[in-house]
């Protein structure tokens, strides 16, 4: 049967249960949110529909406040209705998927399930989002016709952000209904699918927890402190910055205790189950209220008055000290190491204590990963895939071996009598140097059984440039950028400089990309396979040429950008720019120097430059400018338009998701954006070739455009010198300011007159010119070089 999802229903409205209903809302899904009637009512409140959904409409309006938001925007809200089982049980049979997201306690959820069975559609897929509870004791509370259609499907939170989707089908679940499932997940929602066995806290958590654990043992075993833990735990291996203990304070003491003290007796077999028992530390931890940031305290501590401050926990006494310094030399010199497999090496390698310690911590979750093969999931890419997308690993923990040398870890570990199983045995014997191998132009992972290997699952729409690369169809490179053949015609330029930071090679592919495309492709589409699209200019060389008087050839580098921004939105074939993550200043005006956007749904994007004491000049102003007209209704007047702009460029507006970014006009109203960041680059592909056999014509290259003129910088200028004279924005804001409304204002002209797209870029050129001068300027985008962060001065 052909299955579609037009409604979830979300059976609990937690803080997963709102988060979920919130995400599909981002990928524009209805859904019906229900949760208890609350406990203790009135007679007369108990015949008050609206009092009776409070837990549910409470919940559901909570997110208009959380940070970071679930939501891509808060109108999407009104996608979500609220409800009580009591009074709208029987709605169920609206939803094609029902999904139950209520308190982790077997009992509970059984009669949640019992009592929601009744209600649902014939066809209906029904699914629990445990994080470990057995699924085929849930389902024998089902009916048994009912069981082919119940599986877990497990979000990590916040859903909106995390990318693994553990789908963990019972003995009883339909296959077919279990890859529809998958697809959907994969496609409309962007998650990254791993299949799980039915075992307790399936693979993320079951491996990922005794990480933390086994951490913990060394911790103790080694005599060091929390702080010490969590600068080896971090960025310099590979992880988040939260590392361990502020994952722990981030997740709640509480909850990490919880999950820990339910698998203890679940695993009786394991190996390793001693490292699931709690210290006693914790537990006064969690007797206390020190649950982390949910109560405000846990391993760490913050004072905002009279100034910020951090404390960190002392475990022996359970009180507060000051946050101590972290000296390691082998961290401190691995800081400069910008290559991950190259710092683990150094790292774990390293022959002092911080060697050591990341040593235990890496081959401790080498061996358990290895140990549960076979138990917790088919082949080792599962777990080495869900680590990653779960808790935001580079790497996972046999990628992180193979770096290390399989061969190597595999004879330290048994010098050091650690547990490993016959498959690592196996695959030592026959003489391996990797785990991973590949057969046929197929990568494999292995399989628990002696020998055994199976494909790594592939997405046939995901692009991998690297691989595009070793099959020689690059077309041409610099330092800077590449051009790509992206395969039917379409080709590819793909920025690859440290952060896609915008300097002169960029520019000079991007024009070259154009003449190549209008030559030889039908279309051009511009993305990468980075984290982040592009962070802007490369402000270091725009600092040092201004700080050795080079304005000419500054002059030359900004006219140089604004053209690559012109040459795209007027190449002779269709340019559809991809964005992706950070998409700031340069970056944003590359992005709006498109004919059309696809971004990925998670792009965080903006015109930024006044932060660092100047305005766009890449075109961002004209571009900005015109698509607040071109949504104006009455276009007689333009006060709105120049509002609005004005107000996005002065305060470094970022949108914080793709739906964001069309409010602010960063995106066009018909632009669009996928929900799976690896099939970004090609649904652009697809998107060019649409736009490519429909009759494409290029826009014009210089059109009239109607400014403020005088009336607008008047109009800026009062605004500021209110806002300065209020102590809200610094004398050298205002003369940041008064360059961008004389840009966004078309200059000194008359109000209402008709000005060209390169008079409104000289104005922008000459704007930023004249502020790099100043020394206020130079010493913001030093400040910003140094620390990431703006300086107000």
């Given at each position: 049967?052909?299955?579609?999802?037009?409604?979830?229903?979300?059976?609990?409205?937690?803080?997963?249960?709102?988060?979920?209903?919130?995400?599909?809302?981002?990928?524009?899904?209805?859904?019906?949110?229900?949760?208890?009637?609350?406990?203790?009512?009135?007679?007369?409140?108990?015949?008050?529909?609206?009092?009776?959904?409070?837990?549910?409409?409470?919940?559901?309006?909570?997110?208009?406040?959380?940070?970071?938001?679930?939501?891509?925007?808060?109108?999407?809200?009104?996608?979500?209705?609220?409800?009580?089982?009591?009074?709208?049980?029987?709605?169920?049979?609206?939803?094609?998927?029902?999904?139950?997201?209520?308190?982790?306690?077997?009992?509970?959820?059984?009669?949640?399930?019992?009592?929601?069975?009744?209600?649902?559609?014939?066809?209906?897929?029904?699914?629990?989002?445990?994080?470990?509870?057995?699924?085929?004791?849930?389902?024998?509370?089902?009916?048994?016709?009912?069981?082919?259609?119940?599986?877990?499907?497990?979000?990590?939170?916040?859903?909106?952000?995390?990318?693994?989707?553990?789908?963990?089908?019972?003995?009883?679940?339909?296959?077919?209904?279990?890859?529809?499932?998958?697809?959907?997940?994969?496609?409309?929602?962007?998650?990254?699918?791993?299949?799980?066995?039915?075992?307790?806290?399936?693979?993320?958590?079951?491996?990922?927890?005794?990480?933390?654990?086994?951490?913990?043992?060394?911790?103790?075993?080694?005599?060091?402190?929390?702080?010490?833990?969590?600068?080896?735990?971090?960025?310099?291996?590979?992880?988040?910055?939260?590392?361990?203990?502020?994952?722990?304070?981030?997740?709640?003491?509480?909850?990490?205790?919880?999950?820990?003290?339910?698998?203890?007796?679940?695993?009786?077999?394991?190996?390793?189950?001693?490292?699931?028992?709690?210290?006693?530390?914790?537990?006064?931890?969690?007797?206390?209220?020190?649950?982390?940031?949910?109560?405000?305290?846990?391993?760490?501590?913050?004072?905002?008055?009279?100034?910020?401050?951090?404390?960190?926990?002392?475990?022996?006494?359970?009180?507060?000290?000051?946050?101590?310094?972290?000296?390691?030399?082998?961290?401190?010199?691995?800081?400069?190491?910008?290559?991950?497999?190259?710092?683990?090496?150094?790292?774990?390698?390293?022959?002092?204590?911080?060697?050591?310690?990341?040593?235990?911590?890496?081959?401790?979750?080498?061996?358990?990963?290895?140990?549960?093969?076979?138990?917790?999931?088919?082949?080792?890419?599962?777990?080495?895939?869900?680590?990653?997308?779960?808790?935001?690993?580079?790497?996972?923990?046999?990628?992180v071996w193979e770096v290390l040398g399989f061969r190597k870890v595999v004879e330290r570990m048994r010098t050091e009598n650690m547990p490993l199983p016959a498959w690592v045995d196996a695959l030592y014997e026959i003489g391996a140097d990797t785990i991973y191998k590949t057969q046929d132009g197929v990568r494999m992972s292995p399989t628990a059984e002696a020998g055994g290997f199976a494909p790594v699952p592939v997405d046939e729409r995901a692009f991998d440039f690297d691989i595009l690369r070793s099959q020689e169809k690059e077309v041409r490179r610099n330092a800077g950028a590449s051009l790509i053949d992206l395969g039917d015609g379409v080709l590819g330029l793909e920025f690859h400089s440290k952060m896609n930071s915008i300097g002169?090679?960029?520019?000079?592919?991007?024009?070259?990309?154009?003449?190549?495309?209008?030559?030889?492709?039908?279309?051009?589409?511009?993305?990468?396979?980075?984290?982040?699209?592009?962070?802007?200019?490369?402000?270091?060389?725009?600092?040092?040429?201004?700080?050795?008087?080079?304005?000419?050839?500054?002059?030359?580098?900004?006219?140089?950008?604004?053209?690559?921004?012109?040459?795209?939105?007027?190449?002779?074939?269709?340019?559809?720019?991809?964005?992706?993550?950070?998409?700031?200043?340069?970056?944003?005006?590359?992005?709006?120097?498109?004919?059309?956007?696809?971004?990925?749904?998670?792009?965080?994007?903006?015109?930024?430059?006044?932060?660092?004491?100047?305005?766009?000049?890449?075109?961002?102003?004209?571009?900005?400018?015109?698509?607040?007209?071109?949504?104006?209704?009455?276009?007689?007047?333009?006060?709105?338009?120049?509002?609005?702009?004005?107000?996005?460029?002065?305060?470094?507006?970022?949108?914080?998701?793709?739906?964001?970014?069309?409010?602010?006009?960063?995106?066009?109203?018909?632009?669009?954006?996928?929900?799976?960041?690896?099939?970004?680059?090609a649904d652009a592909k697809d998107m060019a070739l649409a736009m490519a056999r429909g009759n494409y014509a290029s826009p014009n290259e210089d059109h009239a455009i109607r400014v403020m003129g005088t009336a607008g910088i008047g109009l800026a200028e009062s605004v500021l010198f209110n806002m300065k004279e209020g102590g809200f924005i610094s004398e050298h804001d205002m003369k940041v300011g008064m360059e961008l409304a004389n840009a966004l204002a078309g200059g000194k002209v008359p109000p209402g007159s008709t000005v060209t797209e390169k008079d409104m870029l000289a104005h922008e050129r000459e704007g930023f010119m004249r502020l790099l001068g100043e020394r206020k300027t130079l010493e913001r985008i030093e400040h910003i070089l140094?620390?990431?962060?703006?300086?107000?001065?």
């Open positions: 049967m052909r299955r579609q999802i037009r409604k979830v229903a979300v059976l609990g409205s937690g803080v997963m249960g709102s988060a979920i209903a919130a995400h599909f809302a981002n990928a524009g899904i209805p859904s019906l949110v229900l949760d208890i009637v609350p406990p203790g009512l009135s007679d007369e409140d108990k015949t008050n529909r609206k009092i009776r959904n409070n837990i549910a409409a409470g919940a559901v309006a909570a997110m208009k406040k959380t940070k970071p938001s679930p939501l891509f925007t808060t109108t999407n809200m009104a996608m979500i209705e609220t409800g009580n089982f009591e009074d709208d049980i029987a709605r169920l049979k609206e939803a094609d998927w029902i999904i139950e997201v209520v308190k982790e306690d077997m009992k509970i959820k059984k009669i949640v399930l019992e009592n929601a069975a009744p209600h649902i559609g014939p066809e209906a897929i029904f699914s629990s989002n445990t994080s470990g509870l057995s699924l085929n004791e849930m389902a024998q509370s089902l009916p048994e016709e009912m069981r082919t259609r119940f599986l877990g499907t497990h979000f990590f939170n916040p859903p909106r952000y995390m990318k693994l989707f553990e789908i963990i089908p019972t003995n009883d679940t339909d296959p077919e209904l279990m890859q529809f499932v998958a697809d959907f997940a994969r496609d409309r929602l962007g998650k990254g699918i791993v299949l799980a066995k039915d075992t307790p806290n399936f693979i993320a958590n079951r491996v990922g927890v005794h990480a933390m654990m086994a951490t913990v043992q060394i911790m103790s075993e080694m005599g060091l402190g929390i702080e010490e833990v969590d600068a080896l735990t971090g960025p310099a291996i590979g992880r988040p910055k939260t590392a361990t203990f502020k994952l722990a304070d981030l997740v709640g003491l509480d909850t990490f205790v919880h999950v820990a003290e339910n698998l203890y007796p679940l695993i009786p077999d394991d190996e390793a189950r001693e490292a699931f028992k709690i210290p006693d530390f914790l537990h006064g931890m969690v007797k206390k209220g020190l649950l982390g940031r949910k109560s405000g305290a846990g391993f760490y501590k913050m004072e905002k008055k009279p100034k910020k401050k951090f404390y960190t926990l002392d475990l022996a006494t359970l009180e507060y000290r000051d946050k101590a310094k972290v000296k390691f030399p082998e961290i401190d010199a691995a800081k400069n190491i910008d290559d991950l497999p190259t710092r683990l090496q150094t790292l774990a390698w390293g022959k002092g204590k911080a060697g050591l310690a990341i040593w235990k911590m890496l081959a401790s979750s080498f061996s358990y990963s290895a140990m549960r093969l076979g138990e917790i999931c088919d082949q080792a890419a599962d777990i080495d895939r869900a680590v990653c997308w779960g808790f935001n690993w580079d790497l996972g923990p046999f990628e002169q090679d960029t520019l000079n592919m991007v024009m070259t990309a154009c003449s190549e495309a209008e030559k030889n492709w039908q279309a051009l589409v511009v993305t990468n396979g980075a984290d982040n699209f592009s962070v802007g200019a490369n402000l270091m060389m725009l600092m040092m040429e201004a700080v050795e008087g080079n304005w000419e050839d500054i002059n030359l580098i900004i006219h140089a950008f604004q053209t690559a921004t012109g040459r795209l939105e007027h190449c002779g074939v269709p340019v559809v720019v991809a964005p992706h993550g950070l998409t700031l200043g340069g970056g944003c005006e590359m992005a709006m120097g498109g004919n059309a956007v696809r971004s990925a749904a998670e792009t965080y994007i903006g015109l930024v430059e006044f932060g660092a004491g100047v305005i766009p000049a890449g075109g961002g102003c004209l571009r900005l400018y015109q698509r607040q007209v071109d949504r104006l209704m009455d276009k007689r007047d333009l006060q709105p338009a120049f509002r609005n702009a004005f107000e996005t460029i002065g305060m470094a507006k970022v949108a914080t998701s793709c739906a964001e970014a069309q409010e602010f006009g960063f995106l066009r109203p018909g632009d669009s954006w996928s929900m799976n960041r690896d099939h970004l680059a140094k620390t990431g962060k703006p300086l107000r001065n």
